[in-house]
């Protein structure tokens, strides 16, 4: 059973006034139902069967065939909101808050095969085809009950309409006719709806391999796995309507904005228009001012594959090696997230927000290398030791380059940005630089200087040039990480039975331990490179392109005469820590600390920091942990 609950009432002030009886501004949700405030409540079960049968024509051939049956049921009783029951969303779409998905059987069919190739076991080809099915997280069906326009309501004011709700300790003080005994009408809220025809998340998925004993006993191994989705998880803001125009320029994604005249700082005044019903001409019942309504449905386009190699050698007297590489690519629409507002909202886009397109997945690993060795020996007839290392060397992750600021009008800011390849692409305006830090402006020319020296030091901008940057795009640089691992085992016979008592220690990141400069990762200290400030009367994008600290003056304007502006200042100076080849455009362009762990035991942490001449270190760790 999944359950989510909100508070009777919420309110929050921005920012803190002077005196409490003059906000700023106020928020306020509240229950819309009588009788205290309401549960989310969604109770479900999935049921499966399955029967497998398997057949050998041959003593060195095996074929398994499997069948699975799944049924997802969903029990819960859900609220019917419906004022929306009457109106048309996008794409013609109807939203029914009280609908859920049907229940269906999903067949899962898989096939393997194992084969002794000589019969003599040191060749073997394996493999196997199959559907497989799982689950969603039960909160994304969770939230069409809590979020269905029926439970709960909420209004936001600002300036003056503001100052008429000072901070109150009573909850209720706001709250429209909190002893009433019918449910309020409710006008403003968000809607997150599953599709009735969404299906549970299958995937095919075929794996081949190849074991080869080589020379002195060494297992070599190929294997090739590929998945492709069936059904998986797509969301989408069906409250969201058709892009208004295109931007202009070289940049000419689908913009959500309606473009006025020029100001008088040569910017346009715009209008964002990204909701059907947003409450235009007074929100009411029939009229609701809805921020987004999400749906979930289904996609098949994404995929992964990946293709191992590795080596292995077990050594008389304990000792065993291990070495591996794994290359892999996964796309996926939307790589899910806490609630279903957040997956549509943090996935970033550069064409219509909606789009149901494919990209990197924020979970590959493109490359990886790990290897392995461990060495046992038992002795006195009662206790054993084994010492293990655990090596891996993997990118650090995955991220994208984004422009600050909502810059298509969608009320997001998710925007991938375009990469110029020269000053004509690109709209930089100047930055006024404050009196205290000695006036003057920082150029748009300037900035364009700068920027295009960024672009050029980055190993995936500068293959991006005159295309927009990928979500999930740039790839960390890598991390090399060695883990130890001693496991104590006291043992003795009971009857027949070998009874066994196990002791383990674990150092994770031991390489940090022994050395600062080892087991370190790197992440780009800003990727939201460029700055959205609006955009000219013909539709072309503005921006500016600020430092991480502004830019300092060398020497002050005078009368016609500009100033002359320094690059800012870094968080750090180049060291041998922080090689001057990472400072660029006035910053480094990585932050270093040592990878973050979960233990499981007694954890004693040595505390040991940088200082800011150099990266700031997380704590090593140290792990007891004790299993019978």
């Keep these: 059973m999944a359950t989510s609950s909100t508070p009777t009432a919420t309110r929050f002030r921005r920012p803190l006034p002077t005196s409490p009886a003059c906000p ?10 009588p009788g205290g405030f309401p549960f989310g409540v969604t109770k479900a079960a999935q049921f499966g069967l399955y029967a497998q049968d398997e057949w050998s024509p041959r003593n060195n051939l095996k074929v398994t065939i499997g069948l699975r049956g799944d049924v997802p049921v969903i029990f819960s009783d859900i609220e019917r909101n419906v004022n929306v029951a009457n109106l048309t969303f996008r794409n013609n779409v109807r939203i029914e808050t009280d609908r859920l998905p049907k229940s269906r059987v999903l067949l899962s069919p898989r096939i393997g095969v194992n084969w002794d190739v000589n019969d003599d076991r040191k060749t073997q080809v394996r493999g196997g085809t199959g559907i497989f099915t799982g689950r969603v997280p039960f909160v994304w069906i969770s939230n069409q009950a809590s979020n269905n326009g029926v439970q709960f309501g909420s209004f936001s004011r600002s300036g003056a309409a503001a100052a008429a709700n000072p901070f109150s300790p009573n909850v209720d003080a706001y709250r429209p006719n909190p002893n009433g005994s019918t449910p309020l009408a409710n006008t403003s809220y968000n809607l997150a709806v599953t599709d009735p025809n969404f299906k549970f998340p299958q995937v095919w998925r075929t794996n081949v391999a190849v074991d080869q004993e080589l020379l002195g006993g060494i297992i070599g191994t190929l294997e090739a796995l590929y998945t492709k989705d069936v059904n998986a998880v797509y969301h989408q803001n069906v409250n969201l309507p058709n892009p208004v125009r295109n931007a202009s320029g070289a940049d000419t994604r689908p913009i959500y904005y309606n473009i006025g005249a020029a100001g008088s700082n040569g910017l346009a005044a715009t209008t964002a228009n990204n909701r059907i019903y947003g409450g235009q001409g007074g929100a009411s019942t029939t009229n609701p001012n809805i921020s987004d309504a999400i749906l979930m449905t289904n996609t098949s386009k994404g995929y992964s594959y990946s293709i191992t190699g590795q080596l ?48 990197y997945s924020q979970f590959l690993i493109q490359h990886r290398v790990i290897a392995s060795a461990s060495y046992k020996r038992e002795y006195l007839g009662h206790l ?20 600050s600021g909502d810059m298509n009008g969608d009320s997001q800011s998710n925007d991938l940005i375009y990469v110029p390849r020269s000053q004509g692409d690109i709209l930089l305006r100047d930055i006024a630089i404050p009196a205290s830090q000695g006036g003057g402006v920082y150029t748009g020319a300037q900035q364009w200087a700068d920027l295009d020296k960024y672009i050029s030091q980055d190993p995936y901008l500068k293959t991006r040039r005159g295309e927009y ?18 496991l104590q085992d006291v043992f003795t016979n009971i009857g027949e039975n070998r009874n066994n008592l196990q002791l383990s220690l674990d150092i994770f990141n031991i390489g940090n331990l022994l050395n600062s400069n080892w087991g370190t990762f790197q992440t780009a200290n800003r990727t939201g490179l460029l700055s959205f400030a609006g955009y000219t009367a013909q539709g072309q994008p503005a921006f500016t392109y600020p430092y991480l600290t502004n830019p300092s003056i060398v020497t002050p304007a005078s009368g016609s005469t500009p100033a002359v502006v320094a690059p800012g200042k870094p968080w750090w100076k180049p060291t041998a820590r922080t090689p001057a080849a990472w400072v660029r455009a006035g910053r480094p362009r990585w932050a270093s600390a040592t990878s973050s762990t979960k233990l499981f035991g007694l954890i004693v942490a040595p505390e040991r920091a940088g200082s800011n001449s150099g990266p700031l270190f997380v704590p090593d760790c140290l792990a007891l942990a004790w299993f019978c």
Excluded at 384 to 403: C, D, I, K, N, V
């Design 469 to 486: 940057a990928e979500r999930n795009g740039a790839a960390r640089p890598w991390q090399n990480r060695l883990d130890f691992r001693l």
């Design 312 to 359: 292995q050698k077990s050594f008389e007297g304990g000792l065993y090696l291990n070495a591996a590489y794994t290359y892999s690519d996964s796309r996926s629409v939307n790589d899910g997230g806490s609630i279903a507002q957040s997956i549509w909202r943090d996935r970033s886009v550069s064409g219509e927000t909606n789009a149901n397109v494919l990209s």
């Design 384 to 403: 054993g030791t084994t010492l293990s290392l655990f090596f891996e060397a993997s990118p650090a992750g995955r991220y994208s380059y984004l422009y």
């Design 24 to 33: 700023t501004a106020t928020s306020l949700q509240y229950s819309a139902l």
